[in-house]
């Protein structure tokens, strides 16, 4: 065989034991279970995040950056309160596991139970979206989970977040500049009776992602910074803002609660301390929020593995009371 032709199939190989196919989807099924949800996988790649100066309802705080990110899977849909309860309730947790490591449930530290119901009769049943946890709560879950499975799973990045959102997009709304189509994909006030549906209702983005508008609004990783990232001429490669305090986590995407015109994949808000106004306890708890029945969580998961310490060296850094 010619000497370039043998090297070139070597190097096409080689290219095809490292990079995945895109686009690609796969089901994760929780050990001990007979739950499941979905993943995508998204590829890496350089985009425009923010909005420009002449996009109607721009935030003063969505200064646009130009960023670089890994390949990463996502979630497709919301985590929902049946994936959730695993973790938030003993008695529905085992000692089964996916992971190479032991996983003991009774060493998990779960959130204390509630002393009412904190949807407000919204309800937990079928595939009705998780919420009123605080961020520190959904990155609990995110451990637990990893626990579980042995992949890493955590909270994604303002930044992936809103490249997921946007799938390949650059208007004002992943489906395009007009807030009045926002009833195909979302759930809003005006089509909303005031609480969060089932997920996967409306109409997925481009990538096949649904509810990235609306429904519940999503915790990301990042604290909240005003301008997010420093301004520059620069590219940021998979930026992330570390807490370091209680408040403010930043929220995207939206909820039930917000009008059309606030759905924009551009969009920012922060936690704010009058989310815990009903909490009765002295300090503040740290995994429920009564006031935020409006922000649920999605997952990403890492495609590069983690070991089980690099996950717990993680969490310590990532969950800040």
Known sequence: MNIKVSFSLQFLLVLTTIQPIFPQNQTVKIPGT????????LPGDTFSMGSPKTEPGRGEN????????DSFWIGTHEVTWDEFLLFALREKDSDSTAAAEKFTADAISR?????YDFTYGRGKQGRLPAATMTQQSALRYCQWLSEKTGDFYRLPTEAE???AARAGTTTAFFWGDDPKLATDFAWFFENSPSSYHEIGQKKPNGWGLFDMAGNVAEWTLDFYLPEYLPKSDSIFTNPINFPTKKHARTVRGGSFEDYSEMLRSAARKKSEPKWQARDPQIPKSRWWNPDSWFVGFRVVQEIRPKTKNER?????KAIRD
Do not use: C, G, K, R
């Not at 717990?312 to 310590?316: G, I, M, S, Y």
């Open 34 to 41: 007979s739950i499941n949800f979905e993943m995508l996988l």
């Open 62 to 69: 969505e200064t646009q950056f130009s960023i670089m990110l």
């Open 111 to 115: 959130p204390s139970p509630p002393y």
């Open 161 to 163: 977040w809103e490249f």
């Open 312 to 316: 717990d060296a993680f969490f310590e």
